[in-house]
């Protein structure tokens, strides 16, 4: 069992930046892969970023060279660094945990309750 907690989300102007944080429970932290989707108001959830156990990382192409996925396994940690901030980044964000190399939302276990990103033009 791994238990999520997603912390950091709030107001930021367009072209501001945000860093969000999950900690998580559990001591096989590390062998898990990472992500972090988002989900806007009337829209599906859709992938963010994920950081395999290996610190191989992959982007969505509307974040890449703008967002940074990133893990501490001693702090039990994964973070999501925002940089150049849109307002169609607005929505809940959300840490998740698989077992599997994945980016697609169904194959995570483990979800925490979401924390709001709000991006102000």
């Known amino acids: 069992q791994v238990q999520l907690v997603e912390s950091g989300g709030g107001l930021v102007q367009a072209g501001g930046s945000l860093r969000l944080s999950c900690a998580a429970s559990?001591?096989?932290?590390?062998?898990?892969?990472m992500g972090w989707f988002r989900q806007a108001p009337g829209k599906e959830r859709e992938f963010v970023a994920v950081?395999?156990?290996?610190?191989?990382?992959d982007y969505a192409d509307s974040v890449k060279g703008r967002f940074t996925i990133s893990r501490v396994n001693l702090k039990n940690t994964v973070y999501l660094q925002m940089n150049s901030v849109k307002p169609e980044d607005t929505a809940v964000y959300y840490c998740?945990?698989?077992?599997?190399?994945?980016?697609?939302?169904?194959?995570?276990?483990?979800w925490g309750p979401g924390t709001q990103v709000t991006v102000s033009s």
């Open positions: 998740a945990a698989s077992t599997v190399r994945t980016t697609t939302a169904s194959e995570y276990a483990y």
């Open positions: 950081i395999r156990s290996s610190g191989n990382t």
């Open positions: 559990g001591r096989t932290f590390y062998s898990y892969a």
